[in-house]
Antibody, heavy 126, light 107 residues
Framework: QVQLQESGPGLVKPSETLSLTCDVS?????????WVWIRQSPGKGLEWIGS???????YYSPSFRGRVSISVDTSTNQFSLRLTSVTAADTAVYYC???????????????????WGQGALVTVSS | EIVLTQSPDTLSLSPGEGATLSCRAS???????LAWYQQKPGQAPRLLIY???TRATGIPDRFRGSESGTDFTLTITTLEPEDFAVYFC????????FGGGTKVQIK
């Protein structure tokens, strides 16, 4: 059974960097799929942040480009999110997820999300 | 950027009734398809439908997806108590975006 688990600080100060890690069990990242970060602000909808493939190839939402970095560590079967210069607007539940994928404009892009972590609430506040 | 608009915002129904949820794309994109998710309070979303009409593994056949041009529909033929939740649509392929959600609540 594939399981994903987010971990990281639940409180981040404004202007600092949000860092989260997703631990994948029951499936090897090296086998395939895209690995994705998605967030959901309190009481609001879902927002895709970006994705990473086992090779390290990344694909980011234009809304976060310039502030986001997603990396993968196949030796530990984990992938990570870094979001810089955070503000209160970045307060949200952050989910890691596994996605089927395809090619678009020669880039590996995520399609739909079939396995999700339970989510990690990150609050941006001083 | 394609925008997905879900309607209605809230659907108030009784168990045993049928539900029809709409998701409309702001423009046509033949390179993209659609998925539907169910989310209950305090839980992560769960994949229901992909490819507009293919049920994900383990999803009961009372959940049915369909498409007509830029209009996508999720139909729950007979609502079970566990179906009361928020439903999101998601476009993928050339574009990746989520709709704002429809809450199906008990009347």
């Amino acid at each position: 059974q594939v399981q994903l688990q987010e971990s990281g600080p639940g409180l981040v100060k404004p202007s600092e960097t949000l860092s989260l890690t997703c631990d994948v069990s029951g499936y090897s990242i090296n086998t395939g799929y895209c690995w994705v970060w998605i967030r959901q602000s309190p009481g609001k909808g879902l927002e895709w942040i970006g994705s990473v493939y086992k090779t390290g190839s990344t694909y980011y939402s234009p809304s976060f480009r310039g502030r986001v970095s997603i990396s993968v560590d196949t030796s530990t079967n984990q992938f990570s999110l870094r979001l810089t210069s955070v503000t209160a607007a970045d307060t949200a539940v952050y989910y890691c997820s596994r996605a089927t994928m395809g090619m678009e404009n020669r880039q590996i892009v995520p399609f739909y999300f079939d396995v999700w972590g339970q989510g990690a609430l990150v609050t941006v506040s001083s | 950027e394609i925008v997905l608009t879900q309607s209605p915002d809230t659907l108030s129904l009784s168990p045993g009734e049928g539900a029809t949820l709409s998701c409309r794309a702001s423009q046509s994109d033949t390179r993209s398809s659609l998925a539907w998710y169910q989310q209950k309070p305090g839980q992560a979303p769960r994949l229901l439908i992909y490819g507009a009409s293919t049920r994900a593994t383990g999803i009961p056949d009372r959940f049915r997806g369909s498409e007509s041009g830029t209009d996508f529909t999720l139909t729950i033929t007979t609502l079970e108590p566990e179906d009361f939740a928020v439903y999101f649509c998601q476009l993928y392929g050339a574009s990746l975006t989520f709709g704002g959600g429809t809450k199906v609540q008990i009347k």
